[in-house]
């Protein structure tokens, strides 16, 4: 068994840290939880019986200690409501560990008593009413125990003053502790066992009298608690539980009990009004009876006002409402608007005329006329209203002037008809509302930036009216009220631009600009800058549109101010590009805003990237994104519509490949990216080609050579995406146009690397036979003139032909043609390997005729063929070369077999000739030379 001593020594030394004033709220908790897990284990059962009561002595002193702690530390502030209720709760349960049954005197229950209902309490101001509960049990069996101790006596020593005495103490102190439970029991939702313990205290009221008024306004307060959760049902239980506990008491009193009626007939409107408004109307009335307060009318008024109930009687209850002696000038407004809410505007106009009447020279006329206007508006009783704001404004000037408050609010809903006549295109109206609103402002407010507003309301309406010279008149006074306006200087630009003074109109622009870095809604004047564009490109001023917006570039320092004007200057410009006159300078100035649109994204980028935003990184990211995309979708967009202008469709391409480069990374801005790249190529290649200055053709070509690798280097990321998501490679054509574009820029630039572009071709797993015969052709032109690549890459395209099925014999003709052509070029005197080079080609291709393509290969190229042969065998004939001459004599008389239509024109003469040829031959072998 656990001994007493040990569980004190552990204590000791938790008090002592709990005692150190520097202790962190932290620890204090960490050691009261070690306080609760050790009380826990001193239980009575756990406990040697022949303990020393030195021993719980020590035990009662700690829990002395600790309970004097917690009184000194909440006294001055130190601890929360929550570690004193557990301080307490400690020491309180330490105290009855350390007391033995045979040891239990009146003494010890008082102490028990005190310690257990103090801490009850402590957790209740802490709101943790199932804590509370059990020290409140622990109070409430102590109390039993004395209250039999002290009958005990009493039956055996006789009812003396001191037992009396001592006794009502103990019921005090139980009715104390039937109220802290029931509070306990009613924060839990324990509501019948709450009332029950009401109910109980309730009948020791007889002892206690004078604690009727508590039991009443505990009742109460639990009514209210009910009430602000919306438990009705349970509200009105209390509510009438604490109205019939307040009878009789005079400490309770009539306005208490006329204040609980009151909340009792609203938790019945608030439960169910149709059903209950009875009941309601009854609370109300007895609340009335015991006390008339302002309130309690104005509820009879709301709750008449629910039934079916007859004007007369309506009437007499809100005369009761108007002539209380109390009556406020917001409860009065309150009950009125009761009764326009529920369609009774006759009732509502007398209401107004008797407050009119009661408060016709006080400051609180004004709150009256403000409601009354209101109140015509709602019935749109225009007419009517406007003869009150005409009476009041009168009224102002003439020594009853309406305070700040109530003027703002007539302003609110003058201005507000103002506007609705105005989207109506009532401009007359409004702009007589306008005039309402400014005649309520007196000579020392014509400075006021409301009157400035004003006086630009009122030149929308004249403008509206196309009456621009009093539209300007009312600018020039909102000019002297605001002249750093930038609404005030859009407007004055409005009507310059309406008058026709372009001079006016763009100075006011110019100001415009100026003042945009003193406003703090950077969006407004954005919509006013582009608002003054669209006007003027309305009005076919495009001049002055353009120069609104790049007066905003200009001056700006606010980056989605310059992107939203480059937005527009762009739309704008692109419009001029849709009509049929279109200008070459358009196309232009849209690549200039591009440019400076590309500028202004890639320095945010850049501060993004080095973390010197001040705005928050991802709306700043979302805003560089969104702006990127959509000059990126325009720059792809126009350069689509530049075929006329390799140079405007090369900068496009590169533009739209840089903003790019500024938005979300995904695969498909990376396939965007990779087209842009190959189009700037092409187009790069194409300015080669179109200039004369060989300057400027070195450098076009050089830019193609950066934009192929670039591309490339696209396609590999490309690549890795796709086989990291799907585990295949793509098809694409690009890698073959690349390894094309790079030959055509290294054979323009003359570079002598053109052999590894031909193997980066070869090495293509896609490439065909149109991809060598382009690079045999761009070899052979000047500069490079490369005659061995061109051969190399018709061999190439003839055997990619030859692979192919069916054959294309039309075009692999072409490039038998062009291959021996290439061959025979350096003439048949000069380079032997040439000739026989050009011999295994003929000797190919009537091989190819002969066993595959039959009637197929085209009959010109045949007739070509021959014709060649036989001019080349007749020249090595001349030269002397017989065998040689033969040889080729006879490849073209092998072709003539392939002829058809055209065999006839040839075949007699070519016959004869050829028997001439071989006679001489042999003739000249027999002489051992030849002369011709």
């Known amino acids: ?291 008339l307060h302002p309130a309690g009318l104005y509820l009879k008024v709301k709750i008449l006002l629910l039934g079916e109930t007859q004007d007369d009687r309506l009437k007499s209850a809100l005369e009761d409402v108007y002539r209380h002696v109390d009556l406020s000038i917001e409860l009065g407004l309150n009950a009125i608007k009761l009764l326009i809410q529920h369609k009774k505007p006759s009732l509502a106009v007398d209401g107004f005329k008797q407050l009119e009447q009661r408060y016709k020279h006080t400051p609180e006329l004004g709150k009256i006329y403000a409601q009354h206007l209101e109140m015509l508006l709602l019935e749109r009783e225009t007419e009517e209203a406007k003869m009150l704001v005409e009476e009041c404004i009168q009224d102002h000037h003439t020594g009853q002037p309406l305070d700040m408050g109530v003027r703002k609010t007539f302003h609110v809903m ?69 002249s750093k306006s930038p609404f005030t200087s859009f407007l004055t630009f409005k009507v310059a631009l309406l008058q026709g003074n372009d001079e006016k109109a763009i100075e006011a622009l110019v100001k415009m600009s100026e003042e945009i870095s003193a406003m703090k809604d950077m969006d407004a004047v954005q919509g006013l800058i582009c608002l003054a564009a669209q006007i003027s490109f309305e009005k076919s001023n495009q001049n002055i549109a353009v120069r609104a917006l790049e ?61 010197n935003m001040k705005e928050v990184e991802g709306d700043t990211r979302t805003m560089l994104n969104s702006e990127a995309t959509w000059f990126m979708k325009i720059a792809w967009n126009l350069s689509l519509q530049c075929n006329d202008s390799s140079s405007d469709m090369h900068d496009l391409f590169l533009l739209c490949s840089k903003f790019g480069q500024l938005c979300i990374i995904d695969m498909a801005n990376l396939v965007r990216q990779k087209t842009c790249m190959l189009m700037a190529a092409a187009a790069g290649l194409q300015m080669a080609r179109e200039t004369k200055d060989l300057a400027e053709k070195r450098v076009s070509l050089k830019m193609v050579l950066d934009y192929i690798q670039d591309c490339r280097d696209i396609c590999d990321k490309i690549t890795e995406n796709r086989i990291r998501d799907t585990g295949t490679k793509s098809k694409d054509s690009t890698a073959v146009l690349l390894i094309l ?110 066993n595959k393509a039959r009637q197929e290969y085209p009959e010109m190229e045949v007739l070509w063929l021959m014709t060649k042969a036989w001019n080349c065998g007749i020249h090595l004939y001349s030269a002397g070369k017989f065998t040689d001459a033969e040889r080729w004599c006879s490849l073209s008389m092998g072709l003539l077999k392939h002829l058809t239509s055209m065999k006839l024109g040839y075949e007699t003469q070519m016959t004869t000739v050829y028997a001439e040829v071989l006679a001489r031959i042999d003739s000249g072998k027999a002489k051992g030379r030849f002369e011709e």
């Open 1 to 291: 068994m656990a001994s007493i001593a040990s569980y004190s020594a552990q204590l000791q030394n938790l008090i002592k840290e709990i005692h150190q004033n520097d202790i962190g709220k932290d620890k204090t908790d960490e050691v009261l939880e070690s306080m609760l897990q050790l009380v826990e284990k001193v239980q009575p059962a756990t406990i040697n019986k022949p303990e020393n009561k030195s021993d719980r002595a020590l035990l009662e002193s700690s829990a002395v200690s600790l309970w004097n702690l917690a009184v000194a530390r909440k006294t001055q502030g130190l601890y929360s409501a929550h570690t004193n209720a557990r301080l307490r709760y400690i020491a309180c349960h330490l105290v009855f560990i350390s007391e033995t049954a045979e040891d239990a005197d009146e003494n010890v229950y008082k102490k028990q008593i005190l310690m257990a209902v103090k801490t009850g309490r402590a957790w209740l101001d802490c709101d943790n009413p199932g804590m509370a509960e059990s020290s409140l049990l622990l109070a409430t069996e102590c109390l039993e125990k004395l209250r039999k101790l002290l009958v005990d006596r009493i039956g055996g020593g006789g009812e003396t003053s001191a037992n009396k005495k001592r006794k009502l103490e103990v019921e005090k102190d139980m009715f104390k502790v039937l109220a802290y439970r029931a509070e306990a029991s009613c924060a839990q939702g324990q509501q019948e066992e709450a009332l029950n313990l009401i109910k109980t205290a309730k009948e020791m009221l007889h002892v206690l009298p004078k604690e009727g008024g508590f039991l009443s306004m505990l009742a109460y307060n639990f009514g209210v608690d009910c009430y602000r959760r919306e438990q009705y049902e349970h509200s009105i239980t209390w509510l009438r539980e604490s109205f019939q506990t307040g009878k009789d008491q005079t400490s309770v009193g009539g306005k208490n009990q006329a204040r609980t009626l009151r909340l009792l007939a609203n938790a019945y409107l608030d439960w169910d009004a149709e059903q209950y408004w009875q009941k309601a109307l009854n609370a109300v009335g007895l609340a009335n009876a015991e006390h």
């Open 414 to 482: 003058i201005w507000e008809q103002a506007a609705v006549a105005f989207e109506s295109k009532d401009f007359p109206a409004s702009l007589e509302w306008y005039n309402f609103s400014l005649s309520l402002f007196g000579p020392n407010e014509r400075n006021d930036k409301n009157v400035s507003k004003l006086h630009r309301n009122r030149a929308s309406c004249y403008i509206g009216m196309q009456n621009y010279e009093k539209a300007k008149s009312a600018m020039d006074e909102a000019e002297i009220c605001e």
């Open 551 to 611: 007066s905003l570039v200009a001056h700006s320092s606010h980056i989605q101010q310059v992107m939203t004007a480059l937005r527009c200057l762009t739309r704008l410009r692109l419009s001029f590009l849709a009509k049929e006159d279109k200008n070459r300078k358009d196309v232009t100035a849209v690549i200039s805003y591009l440019k400076t649109a590309y500028s202004k994204l890639d320095d945010l980028n850049q501060k993004i990237q080095l973390g």
């Open 741 to 850: 574009y790079e030959f055509e820029a290294k054979a323009g630039l003359g570079e002598e690397d053109l052999d590894t572009v031909l193997a980066k071709a070869l090495a293509l797993p896609n490439s065909d036979s149109k991809t060598f015969e382009t690079i045999a052709a761009l070899s052979m032109e000047p500069p490079s003139e490369n005659r061995s690549i061109s051969i190399r890459a018709l061999k190439v395209a003839v055997k990619k032909h030859i692979q192919s099925d069916p054959i294309n014999y039309n075009k692999l003709s072409k490039i038998f043609h062009s291959l021996i052509q290439l061959s025979l070029q350096c003439g048949l005197s000069v380079d032997p390997n040439s000739i026989e080079e050009a011999y295994s080609y003929f000797v190919e291709v009537q091989d190819l005729i002969s």
